[in-house]
């Protein structure tokens, strides 16, 4: 059974930031994908940004260029999504999600939510003013 837990939101002032953690387990895959999703209140699922296991590969949504940053840890099978400069506007539930297979990752499978074949079940990030 593949298991996928979020862990890291909470409270943040504007201006703040957070390192949210993802841990994958239960895969007897060679290799997969991990995505980094969010969803704000009354808003649909928007991509953030994904890496591949193997290479390290990275792809991120414009909007979070130069703010956002995944990265993993092969040792710990965590990855991570380090925030910075966090908006009001960001305040969210945030999923960690995974594709198993050798898909490279790209904006646009970052932009299909649907595609993605495990999800946890998220982890909630407040930025107040």
């Known amino acids: 059974e593949v298991n996928i837990v979020e862990s890291g939101g909470g409270l943040v002032q504007a201006g703040g930031s957070l390192r949210l953690s993802c841990t994958v387990s239960?895969?007897?895959?060679?290799?997969?994908?991990i995505g980094w999703f969010r969803q704000a209140p009354g808003k649909e699922r928007e991509g953030v940004s994904c890496?591949?296991?193997?290479?390290?590969?990275?792809a991120s949504a414009d909007a979070f260029l130069g703010r956002f940053t995944i990265a993993t840890d092969n040792v710990e099978s965590t990855t991570f999504l380090q925030m910075d400069r966090l908006q009001v506007e960001d305040t969210a539930v945030y999923y960690c999600?995974?594709?198993?297979?050798?898909?490279?990752?790209?904006?646009?499978?970052?932009?299909?939510?649907?595609?993605?074949?495990?999800w946890g079940h998220g982890t909630r990030v407040t930025v107040s003013s």
């Open positions: 239960g895969l007897t895959v060679d290799d997969y994908t």
């Open positions: 890496i591949r296991r193997r290479d390290g590969i990275r």
């Open positions: 999600a995974v594709i198993p297979g050798n898909v490279r990752p790209a904006q646009n499978l970052i932009a299909l939510a649907a595609v993605w074949r495990y």
